[in-house]
């Protein structure tokens, strides 16, 4: 599936009621491992999942999810050990700082922290972190095109790319 000695995430959230978008983004990459859903957006995940029975997709809620079965958050062990921290963010303000989620994510013990909720792409290593958020698939507020982010946990880091959905 993913290069030798990675294990690849598509990481995405903020839907808002675009299937079209959550399935674009399934559709476009067959060579993932795993798919992480950061919130808004659950009715629209659970119709893609539904029609990628084969692919490993697994979600948190959102703020907008309301009477959601999805975990408010979750942390996802990779095959090498590696722990993913996954919340939306709504709960730990990320809009404001990303401290709480810093906090949170090291509490976990986890290498990545993954958040949704500000509809803006971003990507950073903190004191061991890594940082990403993947922007929004359907409706951006950074002035930029929709996107997700491709993630490889690799042997010597973590490598993060955010497609822009076209």
Do not use: W
Request: charged share 20%; hydrophobic share 35%.
């Amino acid at each position: 599936m993913s290069n030798a000695g990675s294990f690849r995430v598509v990481a995405f959230s903020d839907t808002h009621g675009s299937f079209r978008a959550a399935n674009r983004i399934l559709r476009k990459t067959p060579d993932a491992d795993l798919y992480i859903f950061l919130g808004d957006g659950e009715k629209e995940i659970e119709q893609a999942k539904a029609l990628y029975p084969q692919k490993q997709v697994i979600s948190v809620m959102g703020n907008c999810d309301c009477y959601s079965n999805a975990p408010k958050e979750l942390v996802y062990t990779a095959p090498d050990g590696r722990k993913v921290f996954c919340t939306h963010g709504h709960e730990y303000s990320v809009g404001f700082s990303l401290d709480k989620l810093y906090y949170r994510a090291r509490e976990l013990d986890a290498s990545v922290a993954l958040y949704g909720h500000t509809h803006e792409r971003y990507y950073t290593y903190t004191n061991g972190l890594y940082i990403i958020n993947p922007g929004s698939a359907a409706c951006p507020r950074d002035g930029l095109n929709p996107c997700y982010a491709i993630i490889d946990l690799a042997q010597g880091g973590v490598v993060c790319s955010h497609v822009e959905l076209k």
